[in-house]
Each structure stands twice: as structure tokens, then as C-alpha cells.
């Protein structure tokens, strides 16, 4: 800092503000009612706007927050003190409907002034520029004081950022650092005083509540939890514009703010908005909608936002922490991560929009991000670096999925994707079908919607492997899924049903994993599932046929059952009767019942506990059901666009109970967490698709055409049982193979006869999956029989020869006479 210090002088004013290091951090609210950036990649700087104010900036990457918030103070010194988000009334609204440009114009609460703020970046730069107009009673006017008060939280927190006040160009402003980032705030009017303190004793909010007078001009507040403030001389300048720029280093900072000062707000301005009208929402999924298009629109925008520009493809969940105000500096990552899931359904949304070139990027970013052993870390930093470690199958199998679809477009361009599904393919050999995680990422076992995921990833991969001459490779997918789907229904529901009266048989939320199975919770009795998100003295073990989600519903989405499915109809029963919410804005479903992520019962934020509360975007998944049911959907396209907020934005979860007002919580209205949540604007706009098409847009033709066929007309069926030493087999019905799999090449010997006679077989190598040996049985075979084998690894891969050391006994079980086929019913 000294080294440049050269370059401005700074103000010592007052001398250091006292109260270091100030209050713990905290960052604010996750109710945004905007999320904005320039469209141009060169501008790598984001913000928020919420309750009418300037919350966080992201700078240079979308996963790196700068500030808590910004937001003015008025007073005329004598008889009021006004703070924006608490003392005002305000409107919002888009500057231009095809641009993300934010005005808000907010009165105080006695109507005497009103202020009208424009919310951009400068199109071409790291600087957030606010653009402020105050008009009111001319009395009141010229006794009237505005203040900026700014609360850096650099590097992604606020314990340890420092400030001073400076001279720049020969004008004051204010200068804030932590480590190698800087800050820049000022006025292109100059502020005329500035203050620089520790939050809760020398911040200017106290200056000011205290006696409505500036009285601290405090030079320097270093290593501690600061606000910075500075005076904007009203009495001249009933127009300003503020200017936060940003920086590697304080002369970087500097020089931005000044240079984009010099240049007029009204041609910044205009340049921001020809850059949006470049982006071309899809105007033709307008006549889907209910609200002529404008949710359409922002949530377009907002998906290509989440985008970060320096790494190009990454989309990151959201910019928003939930429950915010709640969390201090030791939540790192909020929701400005990737998820692989979350992303593939933007990029999904996206290629529904048509952009199959913004589709691709993220799926190169994927491809250069997958880890060697073909997965991806539950979530990760936009530069790769993982943040939680889990293993969620349907994150692997998503891109697999997103990666056929743009070959199916032909939208692949030169990117060579086969090494890519094939790797993340062997991943989920690896592991299927058992998930450490599912997609609400809490339990371990046999998911549905993780498992359709995976089944539909691995016809996919199997699709493209036969396109590139790797046959063999095909065939070994496609059994593979093939064995998942014939016993997709066994792992994974109930026939003895405690939740609705008179119906025992549905899908279940998830079916934990048995003894000897991968991620086995010993802790756990037998058949129960913990949630670890209940509440002091709640109950926390649940038998597995007590829990049920929505997830189920992908098996339809996808192709791999169909929507007349009499299990799947049952199950919507019990979900309907468990899950589902009615507001005055429209239905909304809860994750599944017992869930304890959300806002608490007493309106508190999620603090480790909490109670779940109902989110729009599965209101989105049951549109999608009921779409391919032949229903009309325009009932969940209404209830998205009503529970979005006044700037559009997308809750992850709503206040499902009766309102309390007291914690500014209401019937259908927002909760506590993250909004917006992009894969809930991502949901949206693949509903409007799908309604335009009249058909499920996320539909994979090449499943559905091999499991979603009419009853008694598939002209095939698994005929193999996967054995693998992370997830050993019992037995086997007669007639069937054993599929012995494993990584590396082997040699199976084995026995039907207790040794007296013995057979070897060589393994064979489909590539990274692994290699594989089948040992028929025979339908006729005598029972009891068992199969005997131990296994053999020659030498290879860097690796020494070596034998199993033990005999592993699979018994050969009678096949039970065939039923009498299930007659589908028709939807309900």
C-alpha cells in the first residue's frame, strides 16, 4: 500500500476510529430483488440489489463476494434520521424490459423527498455505478443531508478489511483493501466529508442515529469488521452518481472509478442496455406464459448472469447466501458455487432458449473440471477447487446427459466429448446404484430421481459410444442400465405404505443401504434413514417407508416410465397428501415430508435446523408430469410468475404457514433462502418450452423409446446380476448371468459343483469402466446350487500380480412362475 501511496494522499482527518475490531461479520439478507452484470464478458463485476439497496458485489469472479451492502442516510440534522431499507416505501422496476438495468424510487414514510436510484455496471469495467436523483418539498430539500454508507467485505469476508480516507485527481474519496483487493468508492461530485469505522462503535450509522449529525471524520479504520462513509453536498448536487470499483491493488481501484466517472451515466447507461438487447430472449416462448413474457425474460437474463466471465461455462447456483444475515464469515460458500446439477439445468434451460453455443461452454467447463476418475466434487469453486466432497450420482450423470443433447443438436462443434462421457460413464459403473448422496444431498441409498438420472446418463453414453465404433463399450452401457431398470422399483419402493390409507405400494424418498453395501450407516437400525436437520428434540431416524419426495416424477420427465404408470400414480397420491402446499399465488410441494431445512417454525433463519418449507421449482417437476399426462399446466405457469418478486426473482423456498408479519414472512411469499434460485428460473423456462412444444422438453427420446413403451410391447430384458467387490451379491435367479465387474483386467474361476469341476474365464475390457466376465446359470439347473468363484489379477497398470485369497459363494435361486401382467390405468 505505502509504495503507491504516491499516486493520492491520505486524510487523516479525525485520526483511527476506536472500537477495532469492530462486531462479528455478518452478510444480509438473500432476498434479492435483482441480480445484474454487464453482458459483456470484459465487465467482471456483478451486484444485488434488495430491499430497494445495494447488497453484495462479486469481483472478478461470480463466486467472490466484495461487499455486505451499500445504502444511503438521510437527515436534516434537527428532527428525523432516515435509513433506506427501513424508513422508506419503494417501487422497483427495469429500466428497459430486455436489460438488466435496475431504477428504484423510494419516498420517506411522511412523503416529503423522494430519491431515484439506477442500479449498472460499467459496461466495460470492474466499477457498480448508482445513479441518484432527489426531488421533493424545497424546504425540506435545502436542510437535507445524504450520506453513503458502504460495508466492504473484501475476499469474501469482513473480519480484516481496512480503509482510509484519501485525495484523488483532487477529489475525496474513499479507499478500502484487504490483502491483494481493492475498493474504490466516490462521487463524480466529490464527497465533501468521509468517515472510516469499525461496525457497531465508529461506523457512520452510529454517528448519524445517535444526534442526525456527522460528527466523526475518522481517517482510518485497518484490520477490522468497517463501514466507510461519505457526505454528498444535496444542497448543489440534486443528481450524483456513486461509483464502486474495484481492483488488484488500490491504484487499479482507483483509476477505474476515475476513468468511469469521466464518462457521462448517460452514455453508460445506454451502452449497458445495447449490450442486453444483444442477449435476444426468446420471444418465442412468450405465449406460454401468463405474465406476457416478463418472468420469461429476467429469468433468461438471470441464468446468463449466473455465467462467470473469466472462467467461461461456469454457472454458479446463485448469488445469494441463504438466510444471510444469520451467517458470518465462516460460511464461505453461501450458493455462489457450482453444482453440477444446478448448472446443467441452467445450461439445459438454456439450449431450450436456443443458445446451443452458451450450452456448449458449459459443457467444455465441465469436461475441463471432471476429475480423472471421470466424477465431480459435490460442489466446487468456479476455478475447480472442491468445497463439500460427497458423491451424488446424478451430478455425474447429468452432463452425460446435457452432453447428448447438444450432440443430438449437432451443436458440439469441435469439441471431441466422447473421452469426456465415457469417463464420467465409468464413474457411475463405479458407484451405481448406490448414492453416498441424492440430490437433496443428505442420505445415502437407492434414490429415483438419482438412479433415473443415472439410467438415462448411461443409455445416453451408450448412444454416443455407438457413434464413435465402440461397440463393445455400447452393448456394456446399455446392459448396465438395463439391470438398474429392472430393478428400479424393487430398491426403491415400499408395499407396505404407512403414509396414505389405502395405498401400500409407492416410490419412496430413498432406501438406505444394507449391510455390506456401499456407504452403509452403521449407526443407523436397519431400514431407517437419519435427517440430520431436525430439530432439538425432534426425532431424527425415520423408517425409510415413512419419507417420500417428489423424485420419482424423473422416471417420467426422462422417458424411463410413463406417465400412466399405475406406481407412479399411487405415489402422487401419497406426495399430494404429505407434500403439497396451497397458497393464494398456487400450489407449491415441500422436498419431502419431515424435512428440516428452511425457516424455522418460530420465523428464525436455518440454523443447522429448521422446518422445510415448500418450493416453486417442484411445482415446475409436477408441471412436467402432468404435461406428459396430456393435463393443462397453465396453472403452475401462473404460480411461478406469482412467486417470483417484485424484481422477478425466484425463491428456493416460500413461507408455507400463516403469515407473521412480525418477521416479514407471508403466505407464498419468499422465506428466508436463497432467491433467486436458478435452476427454479431454469425450471421456469423449460416449462414454457415444453408447453410451446406441447411435449416434455427434457424428454430423451432414445429412453423413452426403450422403457417408456406400451405394456407388453418391449422386446427385451435384462438378463445379468452385477457383482462387484464394493457391492457384493447374494444370489442370482437361474437363467440369468453373473456379470462379474471390476477395474482392473482378471480371471474368474468358478464352480457349480462344490469343485468338482472348475471353468476359467478371461476378462474383457470395455475401456475405463473397467472389465467384465459373465458366468451363465441355468434355468434348469438343480436347487439348491451354488456358485463358487475367487478371482485372479495378473500383473498390470503398475500393479503385481495377486489372487483374491478367498471363495466368494452366490446361490442360484429358482425363478417364481410368472404373474399375471399389471393392467396400466389411465391418468388421474
Known amino acids: 500500500m505505502n509504495a503507491l501511496s504516491a499516486a493520492y494522499r491520505w486524510l487523516d482527518d479525525d485520526g483511527p476510529a476506536f472500537g477495532s475490531p469492530g462486531l462479528e461479520p455478518r452478510w444480509t439478507s438473500s432476498k434479492k430483488d435483482a441480480v445484474s452484470t454487464a453482458y459483456a464478458a470484459s465487465s467482471r463485476v456483478w ?29 436534516d440534522g434537527e428532527t428525523f434520521f432516515h435509513e433506506e431499507k427501513r424508513d422508506f416505501e419503494y417501487d422497483f422496476s427495469y429500466i428497459d424490459e430486455d436489460a438488466l438495468a435496475v431504477r428504484v424510487v423510494a419516498s420517506d414514510l411522511g412523503g416529503r423527498y423522494t430519491v431515484t436510484k439506477e442500479f449498472i455496471t460499467d459496461p466495460h469495467h470492474p466499477v457498480v455505478l448508482m445513479n441518484v436523483k432527489i426531488s421533493g418539498d424545497e424546504s425540506v430539500l435545502s436542510r437535507l443531508k445524504c450520506y453513503a454508507l458502504l460495508a466492504p467485505h473484501l475476499n469474501g469476508g469482513g473480519a480484516d478489511n481496512s ?28 464527497f465533501t466529508r468521509s468517515s472510516c469505522g469499525y461496525v457497531g462503535s465508529s461506523d457512520g450509522y452510529q454517528d448519524l442515529s445517535g444526534n442526525m449529525k456527522m460528527e466523526w471524520n475518522f481517517g482510518q479504520a485497518l484490520n477490522g469488521n468497517i463501514a466507510v462513509m461519505g457526505e454528498i453536498d444535496i444542497a448543489k448536487h440534486r443528481e450524483f452518481t456513486l461509483a464502486l470499483a474495484l481492483g488488484d491493488g488500490p491504484h487499479a481501484a482507483l483509476a477505474g472509478m476515475m476513468q468511469t466517472l469521466s464518462t457521462p451515466y448517460a452514455l453508460h447507461v445506454k451502452r449497458f442496455i445495447e449490450q442486453w438487447h444483444r442477449a435476444e430472449s426468446p420471444t418465442k416462448l412468450a405465449s406460454a406464459s401468463t405474465d406476457k413474457g416478463r418472468l420469461m425474460r429476467i429469468s433468461h437474463h438471470i ?11 461456469a454457472f454458479i447456483a446463485s448469488a445469494s447466501i441463504p438466510w444471510g444475515a444469520s451467517k458470518g464469515d465462516d460460511d464461505l460458500g453461501g450458493y455462489h458455487l457450482v453444482w453440477t446439477r444446478d448448472m446443467v439445468q441452467s445450461a439445459t434451460a438454456i439450449l431450450a432458449c436456443g443458445r446451443t453455443d452458451t450450452a456448449r461452454r458449459a459443457l467444455v467447463y465441465l469436461a475441463c473440471t471432471q476429475r480423472p476418475d471421470g466424477g465431480f466434487a459435490q460442489n466446487f469453486w468456479i476455478d475447480g477447487t472442491a468445497y463439500w466432497t460427497g458423491i451424488q450420482l446424478d451430478e455425474v450423470a447429468f452432463p452425460i446427459i446435457l452432453a447428448w443433447r447438444l450432440w443430438k443438436l449437432d451443436g458440439l462443434g469441435n469439441f471431441d466429448v466422447f473421452p469426456f462421457v465415457e469417463r464420467a460413464a465409468a464413474f457411475l459403473v463405479k458407484y451405481a446404484p448406490v448414492t453416498q448422496q441424492e440430490r437433496w444431498e443428505e442420505n445415502a441409498g437407492y434414490s429415483p430421481s438419482t438412479l433415473a438420472a443415472v439410467i438415462s446418463a448411461l443409455v445416453c453414453a ?13 452393448n456394456f452401457l446399455l446392459s448396465y442400465a438395463d439391470w438398474l431398470e429392472a430393478h428400479l422399483d424393487e430398491w ?29 450407516n452403521p449407526q443407523a437400525a436397519p431400514g431407517t434413514i437419519h435427517i440430520a436437520n431436525r430439530g432439538p428434540g425432534e426425532k431424527y431416524d425415520y423408517d425409510a417407508r415413512e419419507v417420500i419426495d ?36 398456487g400450489d407449491a410441494w415441500r422436498r419431502y415430508n419431515h424435512d428440516g431445512y428452511g ?19 417442484l411445482g415446475g417437476e409436477r408441471a412436467h408430469y402432468d404435461l406428459a399426462a396430456g393435463k393443462d399446466v397453465k396453472s403452475y405457469i401462473t404460480a411461478f410468475e406469482q412467486f417470483s418478486s417484485i424484481g422477478g426473482m425466484l425463491p428456493e423456498q416460500i413461507w408455507d404457514h400463516d403469515d407473521m408479519p412480525s418477521e416479514g414472512l407471508y403466505l407464498g411469499r419468499s422465506a428466508g433462502s436463497a432467491q433467486p434460485l436458478v435452476w427454479a428460473h431454469a425450471e421456469y423456462i423449460k416449462l414454457l418450452r415444453s408447453t410451446s412444444d406441447g411435449k416434455v422438453f427434457d424428454r430423451i427420446s432414445v429412453v423413452a423409446d426403450r422403457y417408456a413403451v406400451e405394456p407388453g ?42 469343485w468338482a469341476t472348475t471353468w476359467s474365464l478371461e476378462s474383457r475390457t470395455v475401456g475405463y469402466p473397467g472389465s467384465f466376465v459373465d458366468i451363465p446359470t441355468l434355468k434348469g439347473a438343480a436347487f439348491p446350487a451354488t456358485l463358487t468363484f475367487t478371482l485372479y489379477w495378473p500383473a498390470g497398470n503398475n500393479k503385481a500380480e495377486r489372487w483374491l485369497g478367498r471363495n466368494i459363494e452366490v446361490a442360484v435361486n429358482p425363478v417364481p412362475p410368472p404373474t399375471a401382467p399389471v393392467e396400466a390405468k389411465p391418468a388421474v
Request: glycine share 8%; proline share 6%; aromatic share 8%.
Open 47 to 75: 451486484f444485488t440489489v434488495s430491499h430497494g439497496t445495494l447488497n453484495e458485489i462479486y469481483y472478478p469472479t461470480i463466486d467472490r463476494p466484495q461487499t455486505r451492502d451499500m445504502e444511503l442516510l438521510f437527515t
Open 163 to 190: 480503509a482510509r480516507s484519501i485525495e484523488i485527481a483532487g477529489q475525496r474519496a474513499i479507499l478500502c483493501w484487504k490483502d491483494a483487493t481493492a475498493l474504490a468508492m466516490g462521487v463524480d461530485c466529490g
Open 303 to 313: 441464468i446468463l448472469t449466473h455465467e462467470d466471465k473469466t472462467y467461461s461455462g
Open 462 to 474: 451408450a448412444d454416443i459410444a455407438c457413434d464413435h465404433k465402440a461397440q463393445e463399450l455400447s
Open 492 to 520: 426403491t419402493t415400499t408395499d407396505d405404505g404407512v403414509l396414505l390409507p389405502g395405498v401400500k405400494r409407492h416410490y419412496m424418498r430413498i432406501r438406505p443401504p444394507a449391510v455390506g453395501e456401499p456407504f452403509h
Open 550 to 585: 417428489g423424485g420419482f416424477l424423473e422416471l417420467v420427465r426422462y422417458g424411463i416410465r410413463r406417465a400412466d404408470d399405475p406406481l407412479v400414480i399411487d405415489s402422487l397420491k401419497v406426495v399430494d397428501s404429505c407434500l403439497k402446499i396451497e397458497t393464494p399465488y
Open 599 to 617: 425457516q424455522k417454525k418460530d420465523g428464525g433463519p436455518f440454523e443447522h435446523w429448521g422446518q422445510g418449507r415448500a418450493w416453486p421449482l
Open 713 to 754: 410391447t418391449r422386446t427385451f430384458t435384462s438378463g445379468i446380476e452385477v457383482f462387484q467387490m464394493a457391492r457384493p451379491i447374494s444370489s442370482v435367479p437361474a437363467g440369468q448371468s453373473l456379470r462379474i465387474v471390476d477395474p482392473d483386467r482378471f480371471r474368474v474361476i468358478y464352480t457349480l459343483d462344490d
